[in-house]
């Protein structure tokens, strides 16, 4: 890179100026149409790499790190890829200004298209050693095929991570069902300099898993409270109070459909787990937790 001149570059050559003291960047309409954005939404070295290709944003760190490092002027060819997935080859020049003190006060320049926007293909499958750049772009373009690809390859993948939480055959599939819609909505999260899709995914996985048995162990928690509450127990060698209250909980239920009523009499009066319920009842232990939360429901709001 060749030394930066004194003299600050003119006002009218400068379409963005990336403030080192503020670190944040501010750009010419002009140079936001050309990369693709909103001007407000360039604030930042961070999203200054950002949009550009996967593939491409080490060589935009090393440039923008030599820039604030070396004080000098540089020129390098980048794709940046738009919010919709369309990308294109820009050429990038500039130059570090110093204040008139001599410090360094901003890196100016100027951006130029050298293509025009371009929709991404992609051609399963990768190859060993072949970069996933390429098919992170194809997934927030929401290619059929790059979605259908990684469906494909790692659908496994997934289900075996969320398995490593839960237990249930529905849970892990709702769980990997789960992970490839938000996949789908939200693309642009996957960013492959910080790992492989894989690991993406199945990390994916299991944070969705480790949510849902929080989730159920506090659901849980409050139904066996809500038993222990209306469940008025007497003293010790008090079995007649006991019989009572208990009988009243079993009229209380009376009202409720049969299969919500059996499941719960076998889960706190049977003292069953979910899963044991599931199997004397023949259904799936999803079910079970549905119609024991439907049931209690009805108690909770019945006069």
Same mark, same amino acid.
């Given at each position: ?158 289900? &075996? ?27 642009? &999260? ?31 928690? &409050? ?81």
């Amino acid at each position: 890179m060749t030394p930066v001149l004194e003299a600050p570059l003119r006002p009218h050559s400068v379409a963005f100026e990336f403030g080192l003291l503020t670190g944040r960047c501010e750009m010419a309409p002009s140079c936001a149409d050309v990369l693709g954005i909103e001007a407000a939404m360039l604030s930042s070295k961070r999203t200054v790499i950002a949009i550009r290709h996967p593939d491409d944003r080490g060589q935009t760190a090393q440039v923008v790190s030599q820039a604030l490092d070396r004080l000098g002027s540089f020129d390098y060819q980048s794709r940046v890829v738009r919010g919709d997935g369309h990308f294109r080859t820009v050429r990038t020049t500039g130059a570090t200004e110093l204040a008139p003190d001599g410090r360094p006060r901003a890196v100016v320049g100027s951006v130029t298209a050298l293509s025009e926007w371009v929709m991404p293909t992609f051609e399963p499958p990768l190859k060993a050693g072949d970069s996933e750049g390429d098919l992170a772009v194809a997934l927030v373009a929401r290619l059929e095929e790059a979605h259908c690809y990684a469906f494909n390859r790692y659908a496994g993948a997934v289900g &075996r991570a969320a398995a490593t939480v839960v237990h249930n055959r529905e849970q892990i599939e709702d769980i990997a069902q789960s992970v490839f819609e938000s996949l789908w909505r939200n693309p642009a &999260r996957f960013d492959p300099n910080r790992g492989s899709l894989s690991l993406f995914l199945q990390m994916q996985a299991r944070s969705r898993g480790l949510d849902l048995v929080r989730s159920e162990s506090s659901q849980a928690v &409050r139904e066996r409270r809500y038993f222990r509450e209306v469940d008025v127990v007497g003293g010790a060698g008090d079995g007649y109070s006991t019989a009572v209250s208990r009988l009243d909980i079993r009229r209380a239920l009376d009202p409720l459909p049969a299969t919500e009523r059996a499941a719960i009499e076998l889960a706190f009066f049977g003292h069953m787990s979910y899963r044991e319920v599931a199997l004397s009842l023949a259904v799936a232990e999803g079910t079970v937790k549905g119609r024991i939360r439907s049931g209690l429901s009805r108690l909770r709001w019945s006069p």
